[in-house]
């Protein structure tokens, strides 16, 4: 067919009349159903991860290369807790640099990728028994963008993040990311960043790991492996090692998101199976074909 039988065929007409918002629909939503992306949890650990080579991101680099490249990427980080929750909407989030201490070259690091208002509306028709409220002021955190400057470093995918409400129960979490699992299907990369063993004042320059740290974060691999999933959203009665390991919820909370939104035909993977500084669980998991 040439160019002037085409534009005579009518098959564009159904864009014609669209807004750009209709057109992002038909581009990013029901119509266009993909195989299920992955879902990812990633032991994001220090925000240098971001800026020097060594074995934590060389494994994100890997991951990145096998991954399909999303139509867009959902970050739930440990970084960003609030009082309901509430999810990133502006077209342009800013990269939030949310610690203190670490050298000027990490002060400089920019991840400038797009938002998705699409997908924030999309997350919100989704929990419409929760309320969600769209933010346009937040960003991305490290515990997002540390990740993604090495796991997709052309900062081209539409990216944005849901906070984690410091006042839900760890179930309430868990069901969040059972409503999310949705989005996988259109094409979304769902990323719950944190760590399973997050103890900062234990942590050991000598980089030995404390037994407790050893002990939680194999349970965990061990109860992910049985698909014994309601023992880790109930982590607080897995025991002393799990409350040395656990003092504080924001960095474990990600992996509940993670859990929820896993589907049955999902293969498992873990990788960065090491214990950082002592007492930070580096682990990672991988949900997907």
Not at 29 to 43: I, S
Request: include cysteine.
């Amino acid at each position: 067919m040439n160019r002037k039988s085409f534009l005579k065929s009518g098959l564009l007409s159904p864009f014609i009349a669209m807004n750009l918002t209709d057109f992002e629909e038909y581009v990013l939503g029901e119509n266009a159903k993909t195989d299920n992306m992955p879902v990812l949890f990633v032991g994001h650990g220090s925000p240098m991860n971001a800026i020097i080579p060594n074995a934590f991101n060389k494994q994100w680099r890997e991951i990145g290369d096998k991954l399909p490249k999303p139509k867009a990427i959902l970050c739930i980080s440990a970084h960003w807790e609030t009082r309901g929750t509430k999810v990133t909407a502006m077209s342009k989030p800013k990269t939030i640099h949310d610690f203190g201490g670490f050298p000027q070259k990490l002060f400089d690091t920019q991840y400038p990728a797009p938002g998705s208002p699409y997908f924030a509306q999309q997350v919100i028709e989704l929990m419409k028994d929760v309320h969600v409220e769209k933010d346009l002021d937040w960003g991305l955190d490290h515990g997002s963008w540390s990740v993604l400057n090495q796991m997709f470093p052309e900062a081209d995918i539409p990216t944005f993040q849901l906070s984690l409400d410091y006042l839900a129960k760890p179930e309430d979490h868990f069901k969040i990311g059972m409503k999310l699992k949705t989005l996988r299907s259109k094409g979304v990369l769902i990323l719950g960043s944190g760590n399973i063993v997050h103890n900062l004042g234990r942590m050991d320059s000598s980089n030995k790991p404390h037994d407790w740290a050893l002990s939680f974060d194999a349970l965990v691999k061990e109860r992910i492996e049985s698909g014994n999933f309601a023992s880790l959203v109930g982590y607080r009665g897995l025991g002393a090692s799990a409350s040395m390991s656990i003092p504080t919820a924001e960095h474990y909370l990600p992996l509940l998101y993670v859990l929820g939104a896993k589907d049955t035909a999902d293969n498992l993977g873990f990788f960065n199976e090491t214990i950082d500084l002592g007492s930070i669980s580096m682990r990672s998991i991988y949900f997907g074909k």
